[in-house]
């Protein structure tokens, strides 16, 4: 068990460019969520995924925002024309669910999105 | 989230027992967690109790959950200069069984 992988671990770009991660679940989880993180406050809830279906979405998910997971297995997450407000800590989660019970929710480290 | 609230802050003396605090406000509350994050890093699951449990024991945890006052705690026992990190308090509903709801997290210092 490897545990949940981001990419990359750091981001500085200019406000206005196109941003990317990518999140490797651990590989028998079906279920990959996408949290954002703001200095001193919880992570909040943005969407996920079960296999290659995404099947919730957050109201904070603006239409900037975009997820896949084409294959079921790993996911990117890509923030177009990034805005200050963007700066946060971008955390993947995975999980393994089966009928109606879910396991518990694992993290990456998370990739830190700084915009100048 | 002010769905699940914590206090901010708690400072103990090494050795002693660490107890976090938690509220809740919904009562379709499933599952409720406890998550360790350093600084840095992303979030280390501690442990975890099913909506129909009172208490948990892991080792040096040992979690308790009150139904009635939506209250959940967390004690760390012996608590060590490692131990030092922000703790979140955290739940799934019924409704949204998918994602967790997470507190402003407590950040536990330890003195030596």
């Known amino acids: 068990d490897t545990g949940v992988s981001q990419d990359p671990r750091h981001k500085i770009t200019k406000r206005g460019q196109n941003v990317t991660f990518r999140c490797d679940p651990i590989?028998?989880?079906?279920?990959l969520y996408w949290y954002r993180q703001t200095l001193g406050q919880g992570p909040e809830f943005l969407t996920y995924?079960?296999?290659?279906?995404?099947?919730?979405k957050s109201r904070l998910l603006s239409d900037r925002f975009s997820a896949e997971r084409p294959k079921g297995s790993f996911s990117t997450l890509e923030i177009q024309r990034t805005e200050q407000g963007d700066s946060a800590m971008y955390l993947c989660?995975?999980?393994?669910?089966?009928?109606?019970?879910?396991?518990?929710?694992?993290f990456g480290d998370g990739t830190r999105l700084s915009i100048l | 989230g002010e769905d699940v609230e914590q206090s901010l802050f708690l400072s103990v003396r090494e050795g002693d027992s660490s107890v976090i605090n938690c509220t809740y406000t919904?009562?379709?509350?499933?599952?409720l967690y406890w998550y360790k994050q350093e600084p840095g890093a992303g979030l280390q699951l501690l442990t975890y109790?099913?909506?129909?449990?009172d208490m948990k024991q892991d080792q040096r945890l040992t979690v308790l959950l009150n139904k009635k006052d939506k209250h959940l705690s967390l004690r760390i026992a012996d608590t060590q200069t490692g131990d030092s990190a922000i703790y979140f308090c955290?739940?799934?509903?019924?409704?949204?069984?998918?994602?967790?709801?997470f507190g402003s997290g407590t950040r536990l210092s330890i003195r030596p």
């Open positions: 590989s028998e989880h079906n279920r």
């Open positions: 955290a739940e799934t509903r019924y409704s949204s069984a998918s994602k967790i709801i």
């Open positions: 919904d009562s379709s509350s499933t599952y």
């Open positions: 989660a995975s999980s393994f669910s089966r009928g109606g019970g879910d396991q518990p929710q694992h």
């Open positions: 109790i099913f909506s129909n449990m």
């Open positions: 995924f079960q296999n290659e279906a995404q099947l919730e």
